[in-house]
């Protein structure tokens, strides 16, 4: 009996130091997305894009130029350590959201996190990271004060709903300087968190920019008929239109605004169903000239972009879009960061976090850089505003990032 | 101008409510029943609509005729096997049953055909009719008409026709019916295959001018109940009355109002009437 | 046949004990949160057989008016919960008296829309922090405020008011309140003939039981620090009660807890093993096992235990002691 325990004890030594050895081989890194529920497209093209990264990260990529750990094969200061996913799916529910947190942090040992695209899942996961001391590297949801919170290991990359807020109007101002009739918007926006708190950082800085909002429609997303809101816009007869959309309704006003004859000189999507892959599809001829907020551009053939898009495209079928994108660039700062700590310690993995300083030629993502504030927001993040010419979005804002003339006022379905 | 043009287009979407309604109507009046999976058949039809276009190259009308016939058949291998026998259970079972096959089929869409958008493409159906200002986009006007006609069409097979007065006769008292030689299995069966169908046929019209997704159900089985509630339970021309009203009610308060609150008012309405009128607005006691 | 209920109880008690994982003893707390709910729903549904499919107003009043107070007057979140539980009352009064004169299926889809009607307006009420939703506080200012890391002690808080609502269900299980409760259920009118105050008695039971769920919505929020109109008043959150009381057995005392060990397990085994493909996998098994009970054993596993296995065993016991 003794002797049996005693056998036992010496296996579970051995195997425990064995576990270290084992770990510096692959890095474990938890994604908590959507996989079911309404938003279940977009997590799983995030995903997606996310397993492209860490194929980016895991072999050798020496084609992608200045990328961050593209040329090597693994993280080279931990001994070539390969990158592990773990997806979870938190069924765009934050109860839900935080048990997964806490099983991907004690159960699988992840050493850091990524998520969540529905911000409401962001608030709660977060909690749940902060407490275990868990990086949690936000990619994709934009509610203002998911970072803010006095949070220590809470991290995001994406631009958030007051920085593209101040992208339009700054856009818009440009517009009057050039001499274009932009004085007054409408907002348009789909009435849960998403569209919520977006609109409400836009009519803020459009009351700085002194735009002036002549109307704002929240709506719900799963409306059948936007008849009524469509004409609303027709009377009010705004400049430019915003729009803070899903992807049914997005498709839905724009074939609603050609039956009802009405058209803006402008219209903005905010990215969501407007980068959704069925948009262009299902009424691109209609909605020539519309203009999206995106970070992300395919951009001209050899370049870096074009390489990671044709990289998705063959995993997937389409092209990569913008919140897809965003998740990307979040994994690649932090397999960077964790490549920089040279450990798998979150202490380590967070200090190196709070250092991080990637310049635009670094990133995959129109943002002008990555460096962290001390809420643990990206300060440089920003985004480019594209316009759909063709088949396609092209960027045309600001004219440095530009690659095709901005097309004002806008065509839809004109010839 | 503007409020012609609102009252038009909350008509034809009434319409469209008018003829799922109505199939959920029938299976209240028959067997007691409410069916949560209702807004799951109108998916089904689209999904089914779907296939037809990219299978068969089926057009409108093909592809209508194919979301009749697929959920008709739907219908029926649901009722055999799984409502048959929870009809003569307790009323928890009832409605743990159909919550369970919602679930079921938004996921099995999900399944099989991935949780993104999909349009039918561009049909022979495009373009708009102008009557002197007011604006009407083709689909949508066919699907109104439609709908419509298929509803009346439901209301009379179940008034005129011999079939339709042994559907009542099962409904009215089962024991009777079946003593004068009416097999109330087969007629309840039927009835579940003309539900799912009329839900079907509403799918494939709405997916003519709207992007679907396996979740799109959920929002049409409310709308279900309240014209449903507001038709007077059971009754086929009272759903018809009663889709029309709910469109125009809609499209009116997202007008008035603002298009977040045209549910509230829906759904207040749809509480207030419970409470005031259960028979329903046009039902009797 | 006494002792069961003990050696469940003990069980729980010692669950976090021998499970020291923080994962499956926040799950145990997640079961505890589920099984109060369920059995609160219990009262009304099963005992009094009136399916209710709005009882998310009760959950999601307990879970907001904590954090609501916190919102406006940084109060701890313990401190609104005689609040949440006081709201709900008053909903279940007002809600109640109207709806009861409804029978069946007519009472069940008013419930559903009250459900909505409430979340819809909570969703578009700014103070009520709209569709975004309310949090807590993010880090703990003192013990007071109840934000623990571990969830050992949110789970045996969420054990003892667990205990209390067994315990009170259990008492009137046994009370005229249950009989009438239970003569509601098997004939409404034949009840009323025999002079049970049919509507009163059924108020009684669903201010009863929304007081019970309020608690559990107080329990969620306390845990989780965070609720939105979905997760609060969603009808999946009333689904969710009625699914589980059925699982287990509608109209038992412990049919509800049963289901709830049984099936909130299950679910986070099903999303841990199927989710991460985004396939749906998990709803579709979800959904094809309340379709199963449904038809095959409506009465749930009590019931199942009680007339299929329990005599296959006894008769086994009875052929051993056969010579």
């Known amino acids: 009996m003794e002797k049996k325990s005693c056998f036992l004890c010496v296996t579970l030594l051995a195997l425990a130091l064995a576990a270290p050895a084992h770990a510096a081989k692959t890095v474990k890194i938890g994604l908590l997305y959507p996989l079911s529920g309404n938003a279940a497209a977009a997590g799983k093209s995030a995903v997606q894009a996310i397993e492209v990264g860490a194929d980016i990260v895991n072999n050798a990529h020496p084609e992608l130029k200045g990328i961050p750990l593209a040329a090597t094969a693994g993280l080279p200061r931990l001994g070539g350590a390969k990158i592990v996913l773990d997806v979870a799916d938190h069924q765009g529910n934050p109860s839900i959201g935080q048990s997964q947190t806490l099983r991907l942090i004690t159960q699988d040992k992840v050493v850091a996190l990524l998520g969540a695209y529905q911000s409401n899942v962001a608030f709660a996961a977060t909690a749940v990271s902060e407490r275990y001391g868990i990086p949690f590297v936000v990619g994709d949801s934009v509610a203002a004060n998911i970072t803010g919170r006095g949070f220590k290991w809470v991290f995001r990359t994406t631009p958030i709903a007051s920085d593209f807020g101040r992208n339009y109007m700054e856009f818009l101002g440009d517009m009057k300087k050039a001499g274009r009739k932009a004085d007054t918007i409408a907002i348009v926006n789909e009435n849960t968190d998403y569209g919520t708190s977006v609109a409400q950082s836009l009519i803020e800085q459009a009351k700085k920019a002194g735009i002036k909002v002549v109307a704002q429609i929240p709506y719900n997303a799963n409306s059948t008929d936007v008849t009524a809101q469509v004409l609303q816009l027709k009377a009010k007869n705004p400049d430019v239109v915003i729009f803070v959309s899903y992807t049914s309704d997005a498709i839905l006003y724009m074939k609603t605004m050609k039956n009802l004859d009405y058209m803006p000189s402008m219209i903005i999507g905010d990215d969501s169903g407007f980068s959704d892959p069925s948009f262009i599809p299902a009424v691109g001829p209609i909605a020539q000239g519309v203009m999206n907020r995106s970070a992300w551009a395919i951009g001209k053939p050899g370049s870096n972009t074009y390489k990671i898009n044709a990289m998705f495209k063959k995993k997937t079928g389409r092209d990569l879009d913008d919140t897809s994108g965003r998740s990307m660039e979040a994994f690649l700062v932090l397999a960077d960061a964790i490549n920089r700590a040279g450990s798998t310690a979150p202490k380590k993995i967070r200090a190196a976090l709070r250092a991080t300083d990637l310049k635009p030629s670094q990133l995959m993502m129109g943002y002008h850089g990555v460096k962290f504030d001390k809420t643990g927001q990206n300060i440089l993040a920003a985004t480019y505003l594209v316009q759909l010419q063709g088949k396609e979005y092209k960027a045309v804002w600001p004219s440095k990032s530009a690659v095709a003339k901005l097309e004002w006022p806008m065509k839809g379905w004109k010839k | ?285 | 046949m006494r002792w069961r209920p003990f050696a469940l109880a003990a069980a729980l008690l010692v669950y976090p004990l021998l499970f020291r994982g923080a994962f499956y003893q926040d799950m145990g707390a997640l079961v505890l949160i589920q099984a109060t709910s369920a059995s609160a729903w219990n009262i009304v549904g099963g005992y009094a057989g009136q399916v209710s499919v709005g009882h998310a107003v009760f959950f999601g009043a307990g879970a907001y008016l904590p954090v609501l107070f916190y919102e406006l007057w940084q109060l701890p979140l313990f401190v609104g919960v005689p609040a949440g539980i006081a709201v709900s009352l008053a909903f279940a009064f007002i809600i109640g008296l109207p709806t009861f004169r409804l029978r069946g299926h007519y009472f069940s889809m008013a419930t559903i829309a009250v459900a909505e009607l409430v979340r819809l307006i909570v969703s578009n009420s700014g103070f009520l922090g709209g569709a975004i939703g309310l949090m807590g506080p993010a880090r703990p200012r003192g013990w007071w405020d109840l934000v623990f890391r571990s969830a050992v002690p949110y789970y045996y808080i969420f054990l003892a008011v667990l205990g209390l609502v067994l315990l009170a269900t259990w008492q009137m299980e046994r009370s005229r309140f249950g009989y009438y409760l239970r003569a509601i259920r098997a004939d409404e009118r034949a009840a009323k003939s025999l002079g049970v105050p049919v509507s009163r008695y059924k108020l009684y039971a669903f201010m009863l039981s929304a007081a019970f769920t309020a608690a559990a919505g107080s329990l969620y929020i306390i845990k989780t620090g965070f609720i939105d109109p979905e997760s609060g008043f969603g009808i999946l959150v009333s689904v969710q009660m009625i699914i589980i009381a059925a699982l287990g057995g509608a109209g038992t005392l412990l049919g509800p807890l049963l289901g709830a060990i049984l099936l909130v397990p299950l679910q986070t085994a099903t999303n841990t093993w199927f989710g991460g493909g985004a396939t749906g996998l998990t709803y579709i098994f979800y959904g094809g096992i309340i379709m199963l009970i449904a038809r095959f054993e409506p009465g749930g596993l009590i019931e199942l235990w009680r007339l299929r296995i329990a005599p296959l065993l006894l008769r086994r016991r009875g052929d051993a002691h056969a010579p």
């Open chain 2, 1 to 285: 101008m503007i409020l012609l043009q609102v009252i038009a287009a909350g008509l034809l979407l009434g319409a469209v409510y008018a003829l799922f309604s109505s199939g959920l109507a029938l299976i209240w009046g028959m067997m007691n029943f409410i069916n949560f999976a209702h807004g799951e058949f109108v998916m089904a039809g689209m999904y089914v609509a779907f296939l037809a276009v990219v299978w068969l190259k089926a057009g409108p009308a093909g592809f209508t005729l194919a979301a009749a016939c697929g959920l008709f058949i739907l219908g029926v291998v649901i009722y055999f096997a799984l409502i048959r026998e929870v009809l003569r259970g307790p009323m928890l079972a009832q409605i743990l049953s159909t919550f369970g096959l919602a679930l079921f089929l938004r996921y099995a869409a999900f399944f099989i055909f991935s949780p993104n958008f999909v349009t039918l493409p561009q049909t022979a159906l495009t373009g708009t009719v102008d009557l002197d200002g007011i604006y009407l986009s083709v689909p949508q006007l066919v699907a109104g008409a439609v709908a419509l006609i298929l509803t009346l069409a439901l209301h009379l097979l179940l008034s005129r026709t011999q079939l339709g007065s042994r559907l009542l006769a099962v409904a009215e008292d089962r024991e009777a019916a079946m003593l004068m030689g009416i097999r109330p299995d087969r007629m309840q069966a039927l009835a579940w295959g003309l539900s799912a169908a009329s839900a079907g046929i509403a799918g494939a019209l709405i997916a003519l001018s709207f992007p679907f997704s396996p979740e799109v159900g959920g929002s049409f089985v409310i709308i279900a109940f309240v014209v449903v509630a507001l038709g007077g339970f059971g009754s086929v021309p009272g759903a018809m009355i009663a889709g029309l009203i709910i469109g125009l009610i809609e499209s009116l308060s997202a007008y008035w109002f603002g298009p977040v609150y045209k549910d509230v008012v829906v759904y207040g309405l749809f509480v207030a009437l419970l409470w005031l009128r259960p028979q329903g607005l046009l039902g009797t006691q």
